[in-house]
């Protein structure tokens, strides 16, 4: 499956981004799907993912409450919603996917990875 991550962009602190990984391929709806990201002179971190129907998501700590995932398998596309955005919410973002049910928290749990998307908030 081939991956490509959009919708970043500049916002101010407290504003909203959606964005957006769309996917190749007729199986989609069999893969897991995550958003990391990644600031500047920082590991890759996991932010959300999603199980293959939908029905199953988990948050990183950092961004429960603010940051909601989703997906459309019949547009083979993912989504993630960023609300309430804080200048440390910088970074680039990356959609991944590993074909199993499983959300993956890891980076290495993933097999395929799109090429990544800026956000940066400013303050």
């Known amino acids: 499956v081939q991956l490509q991550a959009f919708g970043g962009g500049l916002v101010q602190a407290g504003g909203s981004l959606r964005l957006s990984c769309a996917a190749s391929g007729r199986t989609f709806s069999t893969y897991a799907m995550g958003w990391f990201r990644q600031a500047p002179g920082k590991e890759r971190e996991f932010v959300a993912g999603?199980?293959?129907?939908?029905?199953?998501?988990k948050f990183a700590d950092s961004v429960k409450g603010r940051f909601t995932i989703s997906r459309d398998n019949a547009k083979n596309t993912m989504y993630l919603q960023l609300n309430s955005l804080k200048p440390e919410d910088t970074a680039v973002y990356y959609c991944?996917?590993?074909?199993?049910?499983?959300?993956?928290?890891?980076?290495?749990?993933?097999?395929?990875w799109g090429q990544g998307t800026l956000v940066t908030v400013s303050s």
């Open positions: 999603i199980s293959r129907s939908g029905g199953s998501t």
């Open positions: 991944a996917a590993r074909p199993t049910g499983l959300i993956g928290i890891s980076p290495d749990a993933y097999d395929y």
